[in-house]
């Protein structure tokens, strides 16, 4: 019975720490989100030299073949800079999907070129209003020979314009289920991307048009029309990730909370002695720690495998997400006047946390999600009682 | 109880609401309601409104006719602001000038003041804006810094304001300085107009988090008042202050009215998005969601209007109106969070990008300093808790 | 425009005020609890003497004939108090349906003994799970000559063994609606009742079976299968009423509370100088005021049976509702210890707010029922705008 | 991570299983678990059980073999709660005996204090109370003003404890009085252990709101101990109180396994209740609640296995226990309130009349004081504040 990070994880912590604060920490979205993307490549290849990109890739193809747990303190880590790019989307989604699902001839290439850092991954599963639900795939794929051909528009591709490959969910058959994944490299595709202005400037989105784009049917990934299944596995790591990422912003804003309150003096007194910003404090930190023991958790229970992973997953998306966003908005709320102004940091994280409230689901999808599982199979798993 | 109005009240309003037909700004109530980004395009549209109010006498409607206004009764400024919130007019830019400065000068200020201003408040000629915070004194008002010294004839203001909200628009300021140190911080405080035309004063915008430039930065260095324009005693304008305050007799009507209205948007939004290809609304978490929204707005108005028929029973508004204030700012961020929440993953698309209407993400983010303008939530609760419960005050450090 | 007790109403606040304070206050409900049920008989003496049965009985009945209105403070101050008895169903129930759908002669008969005090009723309307639903009637009137028999078992029936008359609906047809109206005089049956004991010992609660009872038909109260329609409307009068007696219970709260609060002294301060002492009775000052803004509301749309009567109410009810239990639970808090002794008053709160949360409904039940007000019909109503 | 425990773990798992099944009152496993309502009846349950525990020897399982303890480790004690809340086993009636005061004896008793008094302790012929609380000090305790004063050899003590657990059936109490009084409240206290059965103690008891008697409020008129009862220094007791509250080293751990076991119940209660014919779980806001409400107790006991394995690492237990307290407190409260709520109306029936299982009643209105009881919820979020976050403390008056 241990449950905390071990001495490597805690390595990785500490140099993901390290190397942030060297870019420039907070300075790293703030110069972002101005348009000086150039921070991004540097960041990109500051972790790569480090071999932070395969961590999750295995040693055959030049990876370190971790889990997603030691993923954990890293994302927090850049959670806690609200750092913009697709390492979510790379190391968390298309490593473990390449890996499980990709061909011999994929692997060598992609998992390869992805645990150098040469190529980065995002995820163009969006459409329309948004939904994330196979029904709303609708960027059809029509077979011509030994291709596909991809017409239609994705919507808020994170980061489209900066990584080489996309994997594209596109509508191969007539059932709603008829869904297939494609690697889609943009340098052998005209692809058009616009950028769509998002509230959350720290994460580009884009949006892509697939204008009668050819891409040879060697692109698949795993079966034809057995893709929802896969990106719903995928989605797991993406989540799971995403909690991290979200609990480092948390534990970012208590030490921010802390810190001015301890700081600013009003009525002859630091605000943090007054029980109404204090106590707030002490909320944001219960939910701190509740989320980073669940976040643990579904990275535990992901690299396990165990029966539950859907479930802990769910509990920790549902209940990260809506606290990260309260968190947040006290964070401006203790802050002050301070706290409104785009000059102090409160509003990165305010941003973050409401824009991916409902990225590929919402708190109540998660719940729901929960209590599915919880009716399905009753008995408590894993932690042991 | 009785929630009609009197044929003479009902005729006002039905004066108003042909008016603003008229002359709101075309395509305004078509939902097209367009404000120019630049200071200059700023400037010019909101005084063109404020013209247009005081050309057709709705300008400072509660002040008496010799000063151009109309005498208004407390419910007619009410259907007023009824009525301004349900087109969501435009902001009267000179608001500080009309609801505040200009009263306050009626009721305290010199024959000169009133020659030199008072016109000048209600035509939107000058625009005024209020120094009250400072860096190191928001919450604690009192414990302002910035000071002003006698010097022969003139008094010579140092400081920073901060928060000056039209700052970068205003010609003239209603100012408070530091002109004694007693060490006792209600006492010593002196009530200054200020010119903003002159070298002393420089504003610097504040960008704030809906990247909107309303508040702004004033530094004050060896900045100019003259004896004359100081309002009331010297020494005494805290006392100033709370006069001015005590003009603001509606309250946060308008906010409760507009969170009312946006209340019926968001249901409408509810009905019109979907998912799974049902409209939100027929999902019985939302209905949830909205029923408990729809109690609150409604709860909210209605405790509006019963501290209205206090205020007009007493002939002075109690300190209710902090509830008013708390509970509209809190239900206010609510419901534009929730707003967002309906539109799901595609809320992060803003400004022209945005999915469903961009003035949700604006007033989202802008909702965020409700609780913090004009008396944050904690101070309100202060107040709530001290002048109406009678809890004992926070220690007096 | 006036939205404010008028001053005939506040007259009767008053008048209440001063009869509670001298039959005992808060020792009422005390005493009535710990089986001293004459405290009862003595208080509807006092209240009786002073016409307070027959405020909503027409003139021509002997009664004041006002509306629902002049109520408001009268179930205020009652529930300030907790007082126990059937007040409430007597004439915020059984008196309007009387007036509005009784025979004439059975308005001649209860709505005159009514209005003197000499017959109290209450509602025999649960069974079963103590489901608030028309399928869940199942006290079967059959039909014998002249007669209806009624047998099964009500449930939740308030203070059954003090009234005169029972309100039954029973069910006298095959459809889901088939339900009448009885009266059920208990001199002239032999019902079976038994007590239940309830958390909330101030609202007695019976049990009344009913084995082969005769009443004669001309006990029916409206038309026969129409009596689920009826029910509702008195309902609506039961809920407005509730909705006063909370709003009275809260303002009680916030009394003593805040009373509390200024008196019990630890680390040398009251301890309402703390502001998590003061925040949390703030917050109970707000919902107090909406609460009762919303059940003014509520009694003026019944009293003008305005077009949004409905919502109204459900309005009122849901939020006073989840209101009134959580200030009975902070109540608790804030005074400590002594908050969770028998001997200090906050129990009394704590479990009439708790045992009223799903009665005849649930807050989700009445917030349902607000949206499809809303929904049906968007336009607002009533509130000057 | 692992949350997997060691072969010789899960064999002192296996043995204790075996054991309840053995020992505990019949029918108690199938959930027949009735504890008698009158002192005399409750006093000879509760020693039965205690007895029985010691004969087996789970009685203080984590004190030294020597002693008649097993010298578990800290992960036994744990695996021990957990056991013991999966079968929802009687209180150990002396467990200020067992959990505190014995190996408060054992660390900083006189040798005389130890063969007095450790024995009985754990076959439980001695039962202990603790005299902390006062009716001024509660969640200031070291407020207490509770005296006693030395005459000869003798200390005459004198003052009222409140909140005393099981006093009514307490032979011995570990008292904190005042000695003496230099102003600094927190010095001038000492320990004393006082014997429950002399002249000078009365004890009354305290009717709680669930209608239970476990409460007692304590009399010392002219009550008597001895230099011998002195525990640690004169004038010492605050140091010795904290020693004291240092062997309390599994925190909350039962009532957090309890609660992970009573949401179990509330999904089966969920899932067996019907509205509307249906069982409520199919009902999506019951999904919503019961959801939130999974995560909330997941994450409050994957909280407690963090801090576990902190305090194994570190080797003491940091001040995270009081966010177990805080969390594991306010979640049970909401837990049995929403246990009540899913009821309907019926929810109002308790005792013998119970709708569902009188249980859920009265632990609905025991956790009432789940938030007051071994320091308040306020309290616990001052020492979050202060001693996890480093904010400041609240004035010192």
Known sequence: MEFALNEEQQLFQRQTQQIIKSKGDLEIPRAYSEGKEEVLDDLWTGLAELGYMGITVSESYGGLGMGPLTLVPILEEMGRAVIPGPYIETVSFAAPLLEKYGSTEQKEKYLTELATGERKFSLALLEGNGEYAPSNINVRATEKGNEYVLSGEKILVAHADFVDTLIVPVRTGMSEQDISLLLVDRDSTTLQLEKQISMDETRKMVKVTFNDVAVPKSQLLGQENAGWELLEIGVRGLNAALCSNMVGGMERIVETATEYANTRVQFGQPIGRFQAVKHKIVEMKMNLETGRSLSYYAGWALENNTEDVVEAIAMARSLITEAFIKSANDNVQIHGGMGFTWEFDCHFFLKRAKTLENYLGSPEDYREEIVNALVSDKESVAVGR | ?397
Request: overall charge negative; aromatic content about 10%.
């Open chain 2, 1 to 397: 109880m009785d929630f009609s109005f009197t044929t003479e009240e009902e005729k006002f309003r039905d004066e108003l609401r042909q008016w603003l037909v008229d002359n709101l700004p075309d395509g305004w109530l078509e939902g097209n309601r367009v404000i120019p980004r630049d200071n200059e395009g700023q400037r010019r549209f909101f005084k063109d409104w404020q013209r247009k109010l005081f050309d057709g006498g709705w300008s400072g409607i509660s002040w008496p006719k010799e000063y151009g206004g109309k005498g208004a009764s407390l419910l007619e400024e009410v259907i007023y602001e009824q009525e301004m919130a349900r087109v969501k007019a435009p902001p009267q830019i000179n608001v500080i000038g009309v609801a505040m400065v200009g009263p306050t000068l009626l009721q305290i200020g010199t024959d000169e003041q009133k020659d030199k201003y008072v016109n000048k408040i209600l035509n939107g000629e000058e625009i005024w804006c209020q120094g009250y915070s400072e860096p190191n004194s928001g919450s604690d008002l009192a414990a302002l810094q910035t000071s002003a010294v006698k010097k022969g004839d003139k008094w010579i203001i140092n400081g920073q304001k901060i928060w000056t909200s039209m700052a970068h628009l205003a010609d003239k300021c209603f100012l408070l300085a530091r002109t004694e140190n007693t060490g006792k911080k209600h006492h010593g405080i002196t009530a200054f107009l200020v010119d903003m035309h002159q070298e002393g004063v420089e504003t610097k915008p504040i960008r704030s988090i809906d990247d909107q430039h309303i508040f702004n930065e004033v530094f004050l260095n060896d900045a100019v008042a003259y004896e004359a324009d100081i309002v009331g005693e010297i020494n005494e304008g805290w006392k100033v202050s709370l006069t001015l305050l005590s003009h603001e007799r509606t309250g946060v009507a308008r906010q409760i009215f507009e969170l009312n209205q946006v209340f019926d948007e968001l249901v409408e939004l509810a009905s019109t998005l979907k998912k799974n290809g049902r409209p939100l609304i027929e999902n019985p978490i939302v209905r949830q969601d909205i029923g408990r929204l729809r109690a609150k707005s409604r709860g909210l108005l209605l405790n509006y209007y019963r501290n209205l028929t206090n205020s007009i029973r007493n002939g002075y508004p109690g300190p209710e109106g902090s509830m008013d204030k708390l509970g509209g700012s809190e239900l206010g961020q609510e419901i534009y969070s929730y707003a967002m929440s309906l539109q799901g993953s595609v809320n992060t698309l803003w400004k022209e990008d945005a999915a469903v209407g961009e003035e949700w993400q604006y007033d989202y983010l802008r909702s965020k300093a409700f609780t913090i303008e004009g008396g944050t939530s904690e101070i309100q609760r202060n107040i709530v808790a001290e002048r109406i419960l009678g809890l004992p005050k926070d220690i007096k450090y």
